[in-house]
Every structure is written in structure tokens, then in C-alpha cells.
């Protein structure tokens, strides 16, 4: 089945980049045999499959039965050909070897594991360990990014900053420089390679080894290239963004609702129930006509354009009473599937811009909003906060609590030690000693820490222009600050500068203030590798692509995209995964 045709609507053509991952997973599926088999699936692994491979592509491969990889014997009846797919992760191994130890009693069955992106040394020894080393056939599968949409690829790898920041393990790093590699043999060499932080810089280094060891230019599949450039951003470079609320109709969604794999699931007041008491699941993406005009819009104008539509559906609708003829009868039933879906898109998209805007007046949400534009402007960052008091009083949920405390200590380059311990002693004494490891992982990650010196935010802000003061959100748009109403992404800001004549020079002195190293390299070419001409691939202009390591929001995204249309430039994001304040912590946080 070929890929959506959206995937090839913008940028980089990431249509072929789906057919690829495709491919690999069903020959990896043929080359198990047996004309019937079962296919257990790391739970984290069943929305991104969905993303590159249906059902029925399996099928026709001999995937009789999919199981979610969970606890048990496995069922009754199942085929003898056993297949797990999974990532490599050692926690996994038990409920495999569960599985394949089960049968040995009867007849022992064939089990396959796959491995996402590559199998590790770890896993090799808790399959040891378990006795299941020589019993199990191993295999790779190499899916480093998954298409998200026509400009969006993701690892979706959400453990990435924690693993990165509080264990010490740079593994999704390394899959990261692997993920580059499989681009450019999809896409051709990126000549440019620029970014900032520790991570962005890891990753360079790592990329730049293996193309080195892949010195052939017959290892990659075009002779020139879609991609000019690629901007490395490490998340810790700007945690402040994350912490912020969203402001994009596709950001309020996500931070509300939670986008997975770009599936939401509809509260009950939006859509009723479905007969089998689960909730209706909807897919938002550009395949979506108008989701796609609105996703990036600041919410504050989503309702003027849905007004907008509805009047010019229904005079649409309206042209049947006018037709006459035979000729204008068939003119008006050949655009009718058109109408009927951009209907039922329409009354989805105002049903859900209605339920949002119930949690955008709300008091609650507002003075949280107030509190995160108080701490922006750089005001009242060194004191007590009555309202995040207030909520620690009324217990509200402990996650929106450390958002704003967290944004805090980052705008103010950590908190003086008499603050530190007032939020401390508050939170654990309010909700529980047994958060003492949380706060700790936070210290960690550099989001709630002890000042050690003079923030230097007010100067980044000043010298960056993260404050835009004059922004009427009901209006069109002039500046990337629209995504967050005034406020323009710091990491959005330094990909602005990057594409800019001058480049990182033009803001060297205040990148030396923000964490981790700054760069801007060509990378050397193979001998026999043509350089990237001025037309690039089909006639197409080379795009950049922006990579951010440690996850981004889809307000950053909407920013990144209205910033393309200003400069005159194609963007294609990668990232390690999508996230929001709220999940950033949860995946930072000891589980609660």
C-alpha cells in the first residue's frame, strides 16, 4: 500500500522515507518461516507501527494473530512461528522468555525477536540470563524515525532526557547518529552540520565517525542531496519553552487532551462513548484539509476561521437548489464526497475548539498563563509566588505546580537557597515525602536547582527578542512569537539566527551564556561524491532539517513552519519526541 500522499505534500519527500521503513519490516516479517504466526508487540511499539505498516500487509505475510507484548503463557492456539517485536530494552526479556519457556513442556515453538532499531549487548545478556540466549532466532529492524506528517519524523523515544540527564545512558544518542545515517543514504550527504548543546554535539561527532567508516559514496543511494543542512538543538539548551503553555490550537490539544502518535481520544462531551464503552480515537495530521490550516494558528483565531468555513460550506451546499441541468446535477454530486468530509472535519474540529475553550477561560488556566508571562518578562522570578503557593494550598495537581516552579528556576538561573527550601518543604510536606526523588531528578535535569550565579535570561531575552510586546493574537501573524502570545521559542529563535547571513556568529556572545557548545561545520565530502547542486533533487531546492534531541512541542513546530514562511524556506523536523511541561516532568519524575 503506498504511503499517505501527504507525507510528499512538503519538504523533504517523507513518503519515501515511510516506504523504506516499510520494506525493512515486512522482509524482516517474510523472512520468518511458516505460512502462519503471531506477532507480540512492545506496547510502545503499536502506535508508531500503525504509522508505517497496515494490517493487511502483515497478513499477506503470515501475521495471523497480533498481541500486545504482556504478562502470560501465550494464548491458546497460537501459531507455532512466535515473533516478538520490541526495543531492546532488558526489562522486556522476562515477559519473552515467559512466552517461549511456556511451550517447552508440548510442542516448543519458533521464537523470533525483532529488535528496534538494533539489538544492544544488555539484552543479549538478560537473554542469557533467562535461559532463552540460543532459543530465540535474534533480528534487527532498523526504524530510527517514524513519519509523524508531511514535515514532522519522530524517534519516539520519550525517555531520551531523562536517560540523557539523570542515568547517564547516551544510547538514543547513538540512534540519533544512526537515524542521520539512514537520511542521508535515503536523501544524499548534508553537507552542513550546525547545532548547540552537549547532546547536538555528541551527535555531530557521531555522525560524522560513521560517514567517516562509510567512506563509499556507492553506500548511498543519490548522488546528490534534498537536505542542505541539519540544526542540532539539545532540549537543555531551552527548557523554558517546554515549561510554557501552548498556545496553537495543535499545542492546547496536545497539552489537553495528549497527542499520541498522532491520535487523540475524545472526551465524552465532545463524542459519545463507542458501543464498546472505549472512546472515539481521531487522527490529526495534513491529511486533514482543515486541521492543517488551523493546527498552527494561535487559538484565539480558530474560532473567526471556523466561522469562516461553515458559511462557505454552506453556500457550497447551496449551489444544488441553482442546479438545473443534467450537466450541472453532475457537476455538483462530483465535489459532494469533498463536501461531506470537510462537514464531518468541520464539526469535529468546532465541537473539540469548543471543549479547549471551556480550559482557555478557565480561572484556573488563565492565572497559571499569568504566572508564566509574569516569569517571561523576567518580573517577580526571585521570590515567593502567591499563586503557586496558593495552588500547593489547595493541592492542586503536583505536576502544573512543578511546571511553574520549574520555569522559575530556569528563567532565574536557579533559586536562591531560602526559596529552594520554602518550595521544597512545601511540596513535600503537602504531598508526600515519597516526591523526594522526583525533586531530586529534576535537580539533576537542571530545572529546579540552587543559583549559583546572575541569571543571565534578562540579556538572552533583550538580546534575542523572546519578548514581543506589541502582539495582538487575533491578528495575523508577524513574528514566531504568536505560538506562545508574545513569547518567541529561544530554541526557534537560535534556528532563525542559523539560517540567517552570519549564522551563529552574529549571536556568538550570547550563545556562550546558554549550556553546552555551539557549532557550525561542513562535513567532508566521500571521494566521488558530487556535491549538492542549486537544484537539488527533481528540480526540488535542498530543505534543512531541524533535529531536536530531547523531544519538542508542536508549538516549536508551528513556530519553525511560520519562521519557513517568512525567510523563504523549507523545514523538516526531526526530533526524539513530541512532548509538552506536563510531559516532560511525568517522563522525568519518579512514577507517582
Not at 480515537?281 to 494558528?297: A, C, F, P, Q, T
Not at 461531506?340 to 488563565?366: G, N
Request: overall charge negative; some cysteine.
Amino acid at each position: 500500500m503506498p504511503a499517505p500522499g501527504f507525507l510528499a505534500s512538503n519538504g523533504v519527500n517523507l513518503a519515501h522515507l515511510r516506504d523504506f521503513i516499510r520494506k525493512e519490516l515486512l522482509d524482516a516479517i517474510s523472512a520468518v518461516e511458516g505460512h502462519s504466526k503471531a506477532l507480540f508487540m512492545d506496547k510502545a511499539l503499536i502506535g508508531v507501527l500503525g504509522l508505517v505498516a497496515e494490517f493487511s500487509a502483515l497478513k499477506e505475510r503470515g501475521v495471523e494473530k497480533m498481541f500486545p507484548l504482556a504478562p502470560g503463557p501465550l494464548p491458546p492456539g497460537s501459531p507455532k512461528s512466535i515473533i516478538f517485536l520490541c526495543r531492546p530494552k532488558a526489562s522486556l526479556i522476562p515477559l519473552i522468555a515467559e512466552k517461549i519457556k511456556g511451550e517447552r513442556g508440548s510442542e516448543p515453538v519458533e521464537g523470533h525477536i525483532l529488535f528496534t532499531p538494533s539489538k544492544t549487548m544488555v539484552v543479549e545478556k538478560a537473554l542469557k540470563e533467562f535461559g532463552i540466549y540460543g532459543s530465540c532466532v535474534l533480528r534487527e529492524f532498523k526504524m530510527h524515525f517514524a513519519p509523524m506528517d508531511s514535515d514532522v519524523i519522530s524517534m519516539e523515544a520519550p525517555l531520551t532526557l531523562k536517560n540523557c540527564a539523570i542515568h547517564g545512558d547516551f544510547t538514543t544518542l547513538h540512534y540519533a547518529a544512526q537515524g542521520l545515517m539512514q537520511l542521508q543514504f535515503l536523501f544524499g550527504i548534508i553537507p552542513r552540520v550546525a547545532g548547540k548543546g552537549e547532546a547536538a554535539r555528541h551527535v555531530a561527532n557521531m555522525m560524522a565517525q560513521q560517514l567517516k567508516e562509510q567512506s563509499d559514496p556507492k553506500v548511498f543511494e543519490r548522488g546528490n542531496t534534498e537536505i542542505d543542512a541539519v540544526i542540532l538543538i539539545d532540549r537543555s539548551v531551552d527548557m523554558i519553552t517546554p515549561l510554557c503553555s501552548q498556545l496553537t490550537y495543535e499545542g492546547l490539544v496536545d497539552e489537553l487532551y495528549g497527542i499520541s502518535n498522532n491520535l487523540i481520544e475524545l472526551p465524552e462531551q465532545v463524542a459519545p462513548l463507542q458501543a464498546n464503552g472505549k472512546p472515539v480515537k481521531v487522527e490529526l495530521n495534513s491529511g486533514d484539509k482543515l486541521y492543517s490550516e488551523i493546527r498552527d494558528m494561535n487559538f484565539s483565531r480558530v474560532g473567526l476561521l471556523l466561522s469562516s468555513r461553515a458559511k462557505s460550506l454552506s453556500r457550497e451546499y447551496d449551489e444544488r437548489h441553482g442546479a438545473k441541468t443534467v450537466s450541472e446535477i453532475k457537476q455538483f454530486t462530483s465535489k459532494l464526497k469533498r463536501l461531506q468530509d470537510e462537514q464531518m472535519s468541520l464539526r469535529m474540529h468546532t465541537d473539540i475548539a469548543a471543549d479547549v475553550m471551556v480550559t482557555a477561560k478557565d480561572e484556573f488556566f488563565l492565572s497559571c498563563l499569568n504566572v508564566e508571562q509574569t516569569f517571561l518578562f523576567g518580573e517577580d522570578t526571585d521570590k515567593p509566588n502567591p499563586h503557586i503557593e496558593a495552588c500547593i494550598c489547595k493541592k492542586e495537581p503536583l505536576l502544573k505546580v512543578l511546571r511553574m516552579i520549574c520555569l522559575q528556576s530556569v528563567i532565574n538561573g536557579g533559586l536562591k537557597q531560602k526559596l529552594f527550601d520554602f518550595y521544597r518543604r512545601e511540596i513535600l510536606q503537602t504531598y508526600g515525602f515519597e516526591h523526594i526523588l522526583s525533586l531530586d531528578n529534576l535537580e539533576k535535569a537542571g530545572l529546579l536547582v540552587l543559583q549559583e550565579s546572575r541569571s543571565s535570561y534578562n540579556s538572552i531575552r533583550k538580546a534575542l527578542r523572546l519578548i514581543i510586546e506589541e502582539t495582538d493574537p487575533q491578528l495575523e501573524p508577524e513574528d514566531i512569537s504568536h505560538v506562545y502570545s508574545g513569547y518567541a521559542p529561544l530554541s526557534v529563535r537560535i534556528i532563525e539566527h542559523l539560517c540567517r547571513p552570519g549564522g551563529l556568529r552574529a549571536i556568538e556572545e550570547v550563545l556562550k551564556q546558554l549550556p553546552g557548545p555551539h557549532f557550525d561545520l561542513k562535513q567532508e565530502m566521500p571521494k566521488g561524491f558530487k556535491a549538492p547542486g542549486a537544484g537539488g533533487l527533481d528540480g526540488r531546492q535542498p530543505k534543512t532539517l531541524i533535529f531536536f534531541l530531547g523531544g519538542c512541542t508542536y508549538a516549536e513546530i508551528a513556530a519553525i513552519r511560520f519562521l519557513g514562511s517568512l525567510i523563504g524556506k523549507e523545514f523538516t523536523i526531526a526530533t526524539t519526541n513530541m512532548l509538552n511541561g506536563t510531559t516532560m516532568l511525568e517522563n522525568l519524575v519518579e512514577p507517582m
